[in-house]
């Protein structure tokens, strides 16, 4: 299991574009990966999960991801993150 925290910096928070790169970004991978934000965890790969957490500018999110490929996860959600402008 790998663990990673983000601080969103992008206005708007994580809105429908970002939600849909980052499950876009971790679809094909194996590995369960789960989104937290206010000790609520939804998993990554449902747009709808993750819209459903309303996560705004500022808020601290983590990242976990289980299973053979997760630093490889971690890895691209850092790329999205990054492409997207949402975190630091």
Known sequence: MI??????????????????ALVSAITS???????EYKEKQVNLKSIMGVMSLAIPKGASVKVIATGDDESQVIKSIDEVMKKEGLAK
């Open 3 to 20: 663990e990673k925290s983000y601080t969103i910096i992008d206005e708007a928070g994580i809105h429908a574009r970002p939600s849909t």
């Open 29 to 35: 991978f194996k590995s369960d990966v789960k989104i």
